[in-house]
């Protein structure tokens, strides 16, 4: 009796792959009843798994003719209790182990070939297996030990094969498929390069590649995706306002070496940087922006407490010279900027490049005004009586060219896509916005012949006296300490 139950048990896992029509006769032939729901459906991603069904039916669970192959091991064979007897047939009850590998070729998955139901990767806890009671039934009079039921042998672990219908999802190609997300949690692809999942909802934590879903293996209960990279065209947008800090916008490059000079200058722009991301990875990124800004900047320069001779018995004691002036110009610059991601909700960004100033407007500030005294008598001037005071003498160059560098930081206001910057930068311009004073560039009857210029020079002219500008003696340079701050909109298509 026992010998014929071993060989039942043999026979069930000799036939039980179903790779033929003769298998499928002769595992049927192992049971009482084929029509009575005795034997629990044990294979993974059929129709019905881990429900009681009958022999007829749990033969038909896959179809060897659609590329369907079941192959599995019996491990473990253990008797439980004893042999009792029941209607004149003896009955016996035995647990075992059955590891199983269910390969549906029915559908399309690339490489693999099919999709891999595997024991050892669903139940990795349960030791790859699935623990199975098999009641055995022995008739004395026919000499013949036959299944009564199969039944598992304890609860079977939850898993996304339990879903009606449920996901199969292949492992892409590229390299980037940590970054997509099943409840928030990266797809854990097994040995054959496949997940299950319980429902198609995906999301993609990535800005580097946008990811499409493609359904290209349907079966009657389950898909199969495939993902599909596309490498994303990063374009990026910064409104922004900017000002100068530390009360120095340009620096003076020959202030006159005779006077008490000073100067101050600020610099304010605003304006759009518009940027294309040429080298992407998950943590740098390398882009180049142009754009353009409205530039407004203002220089103030101030001298006193000199004095000198202009004729015999015309000694000049200035006590204080002011002079303002302020520019307009639409700024175009050129940068390269890397950005590195600190996490998801800072970066930090580097900007190397030029600015290219186009000059637009050149006003007086505040009049020019001088006070002090010619050969004894008081001298109070104003800006409005000077005749040197026009562009040919205080405008700058029409076009000037600066470089700069900046570090910027990034915080993430609004999902991906809109952040909230400041940074600090650095600016060295390209010296001689103003040309430095030259003989050849003054009316020489204003000065006496071989005399050094010495600035300002006030002189005699009929009813008025005129004086000359600061312009016509320095020259200066773009310098300066830039704060910003605005808006990083990233658009990614």
Avoid at 194 to 220: H, I
Avoid at 409 to 424: H, I, Q
Wanted: proline share 4%.
């Amino acid at each position: 009796m026992n010998r014929l139950m071993l060989s039942t048990l043999d026979d069930y896992a000799r036939t039980g792959s179903f790779s033929s029509s003769d298998d499928i006769r002769d595992f049927l032939s192992l049971f009482e009843d084929i029509d009575s729901p005795c034997v629990f459906n044990d294979i993974l991603g059929a129709p019905g798994f881990k429900q009681m069904t009958t022999p007829t039916t749990y033969t038909r669970a896959i179809s060897t003719e659609e590329g369907g192959m079941l192959s599995f091991d019996i491990s473990k064979v253990r008797k439980e209790g004893n042999f009792y007897l029941d209607g004149g047939k003896w009955h016996r009850r035995i647990t075992f182990n059955k590891d199983i590998l269910y390969i549906d070729s029915s559908v399309y998955t690339g490489e693999a070939g099919g999709v891999f139901f595997d024991t050892k990767q669903t139940y990795p806890g349960e030791g790859g297996c699935i623990h199975l009671v098999m009641d055995l039934v022995y008739d004395p009079e026919q000499d013949l030990c036959l299944i009564s039921s199969i039944r598992p042998a304890g609860e079977i672990p939850a898993s996304a094969l339990d879903a009606s219908r449920f996901t199969v999802v292949v492992r892409p190609e590229t390299q980037v498929e940590g970054e997509v997300l099943h409840n928030g949690r990266p797809l854990n692809y097994n040995e054959y390069g496949q997940t299950f999942l319980e429902n198609r909802e995906l999301s993609f934590s990535n800005d580097v590649y946008a990811v499409k879903t493609v359904v290209e293996g349907v079966s009657d209960y389950y898909d199969v995706l495939h993902l599909q990279f596309r490498k994303l065209h990063h374009f990026r947008f910064k409104p922004r306002y900017s000002m100068t800090m530390g009360g120095k916008a340009f620096s003076m490059d020959n202030a006159p070496e005779s006077v008490n000079f000073s100067s101050s200058s600020k610099a304010t722009e605003m304006g759009l940087d518009v940027g294309f991301l040429f080298l992407s990875g998950k943590h740098a990124r390398t882009g180049l922006y142009s754009g353009a800004a409205y530039s407004s900047s203002r220089l103030e320069m101030t001298a006193g407490n000199f004095s000198y001779d202009f004729l015999p018995g015309r000694t000049y004691q200035i006590t204080s010279v002011e002079e303002a002036y302020s520019y307009t110009d639409i700024m175009v610059p050129l940068y390269l900027e890397s950005e590195f991601s600190l996490g998801r909700w800072v970066n930090l960004s580097l900007d190397l490049g030029a600015k290219f100033y186009i000059a637009q407007d050149t006003k007086v500030q505040t009049p020019y005004h001088v006070v002090g005294t010619v050969a004894g008598s008081s001298l109070d001037l104003n800006g409005d009586r000077n005749g040197f005071l026009d562009p040919g003498y205080y405008g700058k160059n029409p076009y000037d060219l600066s470089f700069f560098a900046n570090l910027e930081v990034d915080v993430r206001a609004y999902y991906k896509f809109l952040y909230v910057f400041v940074s600090g930068g650095y600016e060295y311009g390209i010296p001689a916005l103003l040309p430095a004073y030259s003989p050849e560039t003054v009316k020489t009857y204003f000065l006496p012949s071989g005399t050094s210029p010495v600035f300002p020079v006030v002189y005699g002219g009929g009813k008025d006296l005129l004086f000359r500008s600061f312009s016509q003696s320095i020259s200066f340079h773009r310098q300066s300490i830039w704060l910003s701050f605005g808006l990083k909109i990233k658009l990614n298509i």
